[in-house]
């Protein structure tokens, strides 16, 4: 379906733009052709495929050439330290690996943006497999084990998550307009721009990092975007919303925002309405393990509390579980879990999880805390440690591990800064062995492995670390520290 609508809009409009970055433009005619003639030679192989860049436009060829060779694709950003690259590459067995620009690492054989053009140059067509049980992509998040795992996604699960997006009519309202990408292309949200906007024969256009760091940047950006629905997470919704200029007159078209990844403040919703006249305020809610989002409502203005969806049109069956998996009654609080055709295929390398099975359908146990109250679903954090800062999916065990590497360190704990209800940072907590090393030197060490935002902003030296009764790091006295 997803191929044959992209195939149908390089027919019916090849000259319409269907991806815009700072680096470049692809019509219709040029991705579906340069797609195809890429796809001729990663059928060469098996297996997924590495898909590193900033936003280039070779980065949606080689995601569409991918699922036409039937290999997942594995988007990698162009910033990442090189030592993670090479985990990821090794969990995931990547093959192949495409540099659709220029990267911070670097891997011999790889395949360069030079080498990609000439690759994507040819005429040569490639049928649309009908497999929809294969994978589309893997996308690595933290892992709460200490190392980043991959989340399989099928063609099935990502179609259904288009479909019951362009089945919402604040986005089917814009579906063929411009939708505004914030996300990167390692982190699911952007899944909503990319995918559905492909599908409607819209334009994707892409912010990329440099872009959103520098507001006025960004200000130019979103103007010469002529953006109708902008998919970001309410982080990114709280910068953009720094200047009294981001309102009307700088996006004059913007019909719909679209957030997800973490908690919406009434404050931001409200601020949003305020600025955009009209403004259609999406608030979704999802994991990665089940394509990106599974539910969404639309919060009118002057909102006091925020729920994350609507059950009755979601994506797939939401339940709420008791501690031992079974459904709970309405009102009641439990583990929110998503069962049906947005549900992933499990982990790359069949780690374990909360993936399952529920009246012979695919189950998915989020570890969010959550309730059904008059047909709303509402959520009440985390029933684990996972953090959610500026939007990212942070599992404090990976960077406790990497901490624990050092042959200084006795042991090591991982906690949110937080401030006004929002994670304002991460904080570590060591216990030396020997003599301690400098905040400066333990922040060098650890952005070697880690991504820019996994890096802890204060490091605290702990004499001994505190134990609950039952043996276990006690978090709670580590917090009155902060
Ligand atoms: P990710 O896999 O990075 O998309 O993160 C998924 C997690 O983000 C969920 O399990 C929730 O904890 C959180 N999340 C996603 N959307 C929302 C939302 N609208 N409100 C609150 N938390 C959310």
Redesign the pocket.
Known sequence: MLLEQIAHHAQNQAEKNAYQSRWGSLTYGELWKKANSLASYLQKENGAVMVCGRKEPLMPIAFVACMLAGRPYLPMDAHLPQERMERIGRIADAKTVLLCGECDFHTASAVTAKQLQELCAGDKRVPILQNNERDAYW?F?SGSSGVPKG?RISMRALENFVTWMLSLPSVADCADAVAVNQAKFS???SVADLWTGLAAGGTVYALDDEEQSDLSVLYRSLKSSGGARLSCT?SFARWCLCDKSFGRELMPQLKTIF??????SPKTANQLHERFDGLRVI???????AA??VCAVEIEPDARD?P??TVADAANRLLILDSAGYPLPEGQRGE?AIVGASVGSGYVGNLSGGFGNYDGQPLYR???CGEIHNGLLW?H??LDR?I?YK???IEPMEIESAIQQWQQVRAAAVLPIKSAGTVAGLAAFIEWEKEPLKADECQKRLSAVLPAYMLPKRFYTVEKMPMTGRGKCDLRKLEEML
């Open positions: 996308l998040t989340a982190f699911d949200l309410p957030l997800c990844g973490e908690a919406l608030n979704a809610y999802g994991p990665t393990e990106c989002a925020i994350i969806g929110i989020t570890g969010d959520y954090g985390r996972q959610k939007g990212y999916r």
